[in-house]
């Protein structure tokens, strides 16, 4: 056995409690880890400038975002590995959706860009979600060709209804170069087919010179999962989807009751054997 020398740390539904704060005891016991010497590396399919300051200020070296699409390096303000969607690839599947009654948002050139399509209902419907700070465009499909320069990172759906969820998923099977995967029960996501937390993880791990077996991981859902089965001890909430406690290696508490603390501690038990 070796020593965990960096824990990747899921956002939403593990170290964001349901009211999207971090708990103080889950706070304290990440800053006890790095205080120790262990990496945190934040993972998460948020954009780098919504990952809560309280972890951007630990300070963080690097944080994979966008679901894997894009590892930042955090101290020298750069990106040090990016993986986008193709662009005719995304008007094929946006296309699709666009004829779906769904709430249709994508990552552009750093920026979030929402469909005007129900986007008030969306609003009414999720009413815990922000919809502040986006570009509203009538058509992500004409707004996506209309520019050669368009980079895609992420495509992301809201739909409450479990049968039009179903059929999103199911285009899978239609899109192979592409990775679309259910994030929470109201939310899909779609990437490039290599961008996932866990190849990016590996890459990092790599780029850091450090094995698998020195990589924890905690997380909570099925973007997780890759990420889970690279590294060398994980941990999945227990509020998180059956294939992310199936996969992980051991089972922690939930989001709301200081489930990170609890991994983390068990973490630092194993280290202080080896």
């Known amino acids: 056995m070796e020593k965990i020398k960096l824990i990747a740390l899921d956002m939403d539904g593990t170290t964001l409690q349901s009211d999207n704060t971090i708990s103080d005891i889950d706070l304290k016991a990440i800053n006890k880890a790095k205080e120790m010497g262990i990496l945190i590396v934040p993972s998460t ?17 690097y944080a994979i975002t ?56 969306a609003k009414n419907t999720y009413k815990n979600l922000h919809f ?6 009538d058509s992500l499909y004409d707004h996506i060709k209309s520019d050669h320069d368009h980079v895609i990172d992420k495509i992301s759906i809201l739909v409450a209804d479990e049968d039009i969820r179903r059929e999103i998923l199911f285009e899978q099977r239609n899109y192979i170069d592409l990775n679309i995967m259910q994030t929470s029960p109201i939310s899909i ?34 973007n997780d999962l890759i990420m889970l089965c690279y590294a060398g001890y994980s941990f999945a909430m227990t509020n998180g989807t059956r294939y992310a406690r199936e996969t992980a290696d051991e089972i922690t508490l939930s989001n709301d009751e200081n489930g990170v603390a609890f991994a983390i501690e068990k973490i630092l038990t194993r280290n202080s054997q080896y």
């Open 189 to 222: 996501e779609i990437n490039n087919r290599l961008a996932s937390k866990g190849n990016a993880l590996k890459w990092l791990a790599n780029h850091l010179n450090l094995k698998k077996e020195n990589i924890a991981a905690i997380g909570d859902s099925d």
């Open 66 to 121: 966008k679901n894997g699409s894009i590892i930042h390096d955090v101290e020298n303000n750069k990106e040090c590995y990016h993986e986008f969607i193709d662009k005719e690839l995304a008007l094929a599947i946006i296309k699709r959706l666009e004829s779906m009654d769904v709430f249709l948002a994508a990552d552009i050139n750093g920026e979030r860009v929402t469909s005007g399509k129900n986007l008030e209902n």
């Open 45 to 61: 399919g948020r954009s780098l400038n919504v990952i809560p300051k309280e972890i951007i200020d630990l300070p963080v070296k």
């Open 132 to 137: 502040d700070n986006r570009l509203v465009v």
